[in-house]
């Protein structure tokens, strides 16, 4: 069973446009983190969320997580060919609980 | 650096040979997780520590698979008599959790093993 769905899978944009990437659960989660990863390395921690309601922003990326803590998305706005990449979100449920991954997300910024 | 570093980088062997890969943590992250990741996918639970106690295990790993963090620091992953399913990137990461803390892993930057 996989605890944290990502949408959409596949997204290939051209430069300039937005973009929204999901990560959905019905599991609660004391925090989530974002990740993008890039072919043959390691996923790169992009930011943690902690509260309900929470926003963070990264330069063009905006990140939220749920009131309730069950979901989080990521917008990037005015997406560049940098942006390519595995984005993935995972998700921690505390205490001894490991961590979950997402199913991931592949984005391409065409120039 | 004092990122999580793993070598080797690329592993190539024949099916039915052993193969062992080391992940360094970062220095004090009491956290270690191996995962296994194939194109495009996201990372694949494996196992992982807390100190040098082994804490859980995939139920999907078979008993090919063993991995060690003897003192608490570094770790070995070794698969025994390896097949061509196995080949993948392995990743390595850790984290510093305590108390009611969250659990944030740094990656390393993989293996990748190539089984012919």
């Known amino acids: 069973t996989q605890l944290l769905e990502q949408s959409p899978q596949f997204l290939s944009i051209q430069e300039g446009e937005n973009l929204t990437v999901y990560c959905n659960s019905s599991?609660?989660?004391?925090?989530l983190q974002w990740y993008r990863q890039e072919p043959g390395e390691g996923p790169v921690l992009l930011v943690t969320?902690?509260?309900?309601?929470e926003v963070k922003k990264l330069k063009r990326l905006t990140f939220q997580f749920g009131d309730a803590r069950k979901d989080s998305s990521l917008h990037i706005t005015a997406a560049q060919p940098g942006d390519t990449g595995l984005y993935l979100c995972?998700?921690?449920?505390?205490?001894?609980?490991?961590?979950?991954f997402g199913t991931g997300t592949k984005l391409q910024v065409i120039p | 650096d004092t990122g999580v570093s793993q070598d080797p980088r690329h592993k190539i062997t024949k099916r039915g040979q052993n193969v062992t890969f080391r992940c360094d943590p970062i220095?004090?992250?009491?956290?270690l997780y191996w995962y296994r990741q194939t194109l495009g996918q996201g990372p694949e639970f494996l196992t992982y520590?807390?100190?040098?106690?082994?804490?859980?295990k995939s139920r999907l790993l078979s008993d090919r698979f063993s991995a060690e963090r003897p003192k608490g620091s570094f770790s070995t992953l070794e698969i025994q008599r390896t097949e061509q399913g196995d080949s993948a990137m392995y990743l390595c990461?850790?984290?510093?959790?305590f108390g009611g803390g969250t659990d944030t892993q740094y990656f390393g930057p993989g293996t990748r093993l190539t089984v012919l």
């Open positions: 990461a850790s984290s510093l959790v």
């Open positions: 599991s609660v989660f004391s925090s």
């Open positions: 969320v902690v509260t309900g309601g």
């Open positions: 995972a998700g921690d449920r505390g205490g001894y609980q490991k961590v979950t």
């Open positions: 220095s004090e992250h009491n956290r």
């Open positions: 520590f807390q100190n040098e106690a082994q804490l859980e």
